[in-house]
T-cell receptor, first 117, second 114 residues
Framework: AQKITQTQPGMFVQEKEAVTLDCTYDTSDQSYGLFWYKQPSSGEMIFLIYQGSYDEQNATEGRYSLNFQKARKSANLVISASQLGDSAMYFCAMRLAFQAGSYQLTFGKGTKLSVIP | DSGVTQTPKHLITATGQRVTLRCSPRSGDLSVYWYQQSLDQGLQFLIHYYNGEERAKGNILERFSAQQFPDLHSELNLSSLELGDSALYFC?????????????FGPGTRLTVL
């Protein structure tokens, strides 16, 4: 069964510094997608970035980049130039190939990031 | 704003009661996914509907049911509520026609069972 592991329950980072949030995954499928979502204290889930298992280049979206190491089954999120508004819970998620017509997501337990002024 | 709406935002009810949570997907999205976020279980997939048909079930209790209507909005029905059902319930919509198929989440319904 697929599994997502986020080993850092909480992280602190100084404003304007870069931070890496770890995510490892476990699947025997060759086709899968990896996502990162941000959940501020207000509760909504905000999509940040996506990496497909066949994508050769690491995904980037503005200040977010995904360090994808397929052989190690890791998909770490890198946030550059941290801002106070980045303080939130961050979830790594995986979806497998189109099984029975569904793309449901499996989530990790999340990492709480706190940005220090 | 993701374009996905959920009502109500908060719901407080008593054990044994039944509630209905409503979700309207983004315009053009045919898929609706329901997730439950609780302190002990984290974020868990409950059920997926595509264009009115159930496509997949996750860790959904028998006391819970869902449906998707012809206008594509979806409802999650929770009955015989227990204290442990207190959680944040999200719906998410996606296109499901290729591409990333990222899911866009609604703001959630926070259910408190007293």
């Amino acid at each position: 069964a697929q599994k997502i592991t986020q080993t850092q329950p909480g992280m602190f980072v100084q404003e304007k510094e870069a931070v890496t949030l770890d995510c490892t995954y476990d699947t025997s499928d060759q086709s899968y997608g990896l996502f990162w979502y941000k959940q501020p204290s207000s509760g909504e889930m905000i999509f940040l970035i996506y990496q497909g298992s066949y994508d050769e280049q690491n995904a980037t979206e503005g200040r977010y980049s995904l360090n994808f190491q397929k052989a190690r089954k890791s998909a770490n999120l890198v946030i550059s130039a941290s801002q106070l508004g980045d303080s939130a819970m961050y979830f790594c998620a995986m979806r497998l190939a189109f099984q029975a017509g569904s793309y449901q997501l499996t989530f990790g337990k999340g990492t709480k990031l706190s940005v220090i002024p | 704003d993701s374009g996905v709406t959920q009502t109500p935002k908060h719901l407080i009810t008593a054990t044994g009661q039944r509630v209905t949570l409503r979700c309207s997907p983004r315009s053009g999205d045919l898929s609706v996914y329901w997730y439950q976020q609780s302190l002990d279980q984290g974020l868990q997939f409950l059920i997926h509907y595509y264009n009115g048909e159930e496509r997949a079930k996750g860790n959904i209790l028998e006391r819970f049911s869902a449906q998707q209507f012809p206008d594509l909005h979806s409802e999650l029905n929770l009955s015989s509520l227990e204290l442990g059902d207190s959680a944040l319930y999200f719906c998410a919509s996606s296109v499901t026609s290729g591409g990333h198929n990222e899911q866009f989440f609604g703001p959630g319904t926070r259910l408190t069972v007293l």
